[in-house]
């Protein structure tokens, strides 16, 4: 069994900053891709940052300069960090995971989410 455990999220006013991290824990062979998605209330789930096991990283184009994701091969956790924030990025943000439990299987996994709120 595997779990995404995400913390970090709040509120915070236009222009502040916070850091989200999420730690995968249980059964873990290797974590392969790490990622952040987030959905705003009516709108489709969407991409804010990934990062491969060799660290290669892309982001939305929304997020470029401001947001950096981060990986702790060690600790099997990912982060956020998240500048000069704007309300429109407001959201519940999610971690997502493609981790293998063994040589042969490999799943993808999604955090519980965490709200960010960005007062203006």
């Known amino acids: 069994q595997v779990q995404l455990v995400e913390s970090g999220g709040g509120l915070v006013q236009a222009g502040g900053s916070l850091r989200l991290s999420c730690a995968a824990s249980?059964?873990?062979?290797?974590?392969?891709?790490m990622g952040w998605y987030r959905q705003a209330p009516g709108k489709q789930r969407e991409l804010v940052a990934g990062?491969?096991?060799?660290?290669?990283?892309n982001y939305a184009d929304s997020v470029k300069g401001r947001f950096t994701i981060l990986r702790d091969d060690a600790k099997n956790t990912v982060y956020l960090q998240m500048n000069s924030l704007k309300p429109e990025d407001t959201a519940v943000y999610y971690c997502?995971?493609?981790?293998?439990?063994?040589?042969?299987?490999?799943?993808?996994?999604w955090g519980q989410g965490t709200q960010v709120t960005v007062s203006s």
């Open positions: 990062i491969t096991s060799g660290g290669n990283t």
């Open positions: 249980g059964s873990i062979f290797r974590v392969n891709r």
């Open positions: 997502n995971a493609d981790i293998q439990v063994d040589v042969l299987r490999k799943f993808d996994y």
